[in-house]
């Protein structure tokens, strides 16, 4: 570094420039940096909670894949048994994405008091389901055990118990029609915990039960469920897992992963990205626009510094230097800025859940946060890089700037 760069540097940053780190166009550039960023981070949080938010309550009630029998069955009542005696149950080693797998069946009852009754669709599971996110919606009371001799113990939506009327310890008689369609079959079941996972569809009709319930009532064998619950590592390669998972079934079996038979709602839910994407594009246009803004008119304010600058010797490309450096702490001001306040509204939102969301529109009681530091360091290090670059063709005007011309100009 030369001295005639050296003795700039100081100029800038200890007068000239200091002088004028509060004026009005410098505030407006680091304004509109650290808002550019606070939209930006709060885009990302809010598309990726809600995405994975309603991605775990599809899979709560499916699983990221279904493995079921290869038939023209369309509705959600198992028919056709599948024996449990697969190579790949309970561990599906041919398939490392594959994290768990379960047996479950399916049959529509309806729940019946002294004064309503109701149409559900009783699930059955058994020791090997997977309860872990399904404790997280628990509201009241505990999960089933099925893991000792077959009981009566089951666990109802709040919606369902409200509808109904059921609290804890009570009875919830269930009606199923028998195979002829001509009579039914009763059993008394006992709420022992009531769950709320928001997503109403599902609330209005899954009722939780032992699966030894739902074989005995089809006249099943012990080893038949009617279909297996495939969950996965990675759910952004959930269809690629699915095609390997098919490859690996006896040709009697079908998969189905949840972004195929929800197809609707992913297709709704991936336009989130696009939203993302719109909202990160237009904030750092923004931002870019207001720091060529800024950087012009500290050029222009510092025209005589800069013609007497080359009069000492110093390249434009030196010169040009100085404002890039001086613009970039601008900028880094705006990201830890626009950061603190961005981090600070995701927190209180994750932690205290101040905005409500309508159920029947986006399947939340409340908006979703989510966001990792490698998005948060993504984000920042795009912006800075982008607003850089882009500042790069406004500082070219520092080789207009005559040295004779600007020392004369006061």
């Known amino acids: 570094m030369n001295f005639e760069y050296f ?22 550039a680091i304004i509109a940096i650290a808002l550019g960023i606070v939209m ?18 599809i899979a709560l009630f499916n699983g990221h894949i279904e493995i079921s029998n290869f038939d023209n069955n369309s509705s959600q009542v198992s028919i056709k048994p599948i024996t449990t005696n697969q190579t790949f149950y309970p561990n599906f080693s041919e398939v490392p994405e594959v ?40 509201e009241q009371g505990r999960l089933p055990n099925y893991r000792g001799k077959i009981n009566e113990e089951v666990i109802i939506s709040s919606y369902l118990a409200n509808r109904l009327g059921y609290k804890l310890g009570d009875k919830a008689v269930t009606y199923f029609l028998k195979n002829d ?25 899954f009722v939780i039960a032992d699966i030894r319930h739902i074989q005995r009532l089809n006249k099943w064998e012990k080893d038949e469920v009617g279909a297996f619950e495939v969950f996965v590592t990675d759910f952004d390669e959930v269809n690629q897992t699915n095609a390997a998972v098919y490859k690996s079934i006896p040709s009697n079996l079908d998969s189905t992963s949840i972004s195929q038979k929800y197809g609707n709602i992913f297709q709704w ?32 304010e510092r025209t005589q510094l800069i013609g007497m600058l ?54 939340v009681k409340y908006a979703p946060v989510y966001i990792t530091i490698q998005q948060i360091f993504a984000l920042n290090i795009g912006t800075l890089l982008l607003c850089v670059l882009v500042l790069w063709i406004p500082s070219y005007v520092i080789t207009k700037i005559a040295p004779i011309k600007a020392i004369k100009f006061q």
Request: glycine share 8%; proline share 1%; charged share 20%.
């Open 99 to 138: 994290t768990h797998i379960q047996g479950i069946a399916t049959k529509a009852g309806i729940v019946r008091t002294e004064t309503d009754f109701e149409g559900v669709l009783v699930k059955g599971v058994g020791a090997d389901y997977k309860w872990d996110v399904f404790e997280t919606y628990l």
């Open 40 to 57: 930006m981070l709060i885009a990302i949080a809010t598309g990726v909670g809600l995405q994975r938010k309603i991605r775990e309550k």
């Open 310 to 363: 080359k009069a000492m010797g110093s390249s434009n490309v030196s010169i040009r230097k100085i404002f890039m450096y001086n613009a970039t702490y601008i900028i880094l001001k705006g990201l830890m800025l626009g950061n603190f306040i961005g981090l600070t509204l995701i927190g209180i939102q994750y932690f205290f859940k101040i905005i409500t969301l309508n159920p029947t529109d986006y399947y």
């Open 269 to 300: 839910l991936d336009m989130f990205d696009f939203n993302i994407a719109g909202i990160i594009g237009i904030m750092i246009l923004v931002a870019g626009i207001n720091m060529i803004t800024a950087i012009l008119v500290l050029i222009l």
């Open 181 to 205: 369609k001509a009579r039914t079959n009763l059993r008394s079941f006992v709420v022992v915990g009531i769950y709320n996972s928001g997503y109403e569809e599902f609330d209005k009709a």
């Open 7 to 28: 003795i700039a540097q100081r100029l800038i940053k200890e007068k000239a420039f200091a002088k004028n780190i509060s004026s009005p166009i410098v505030k407006i």
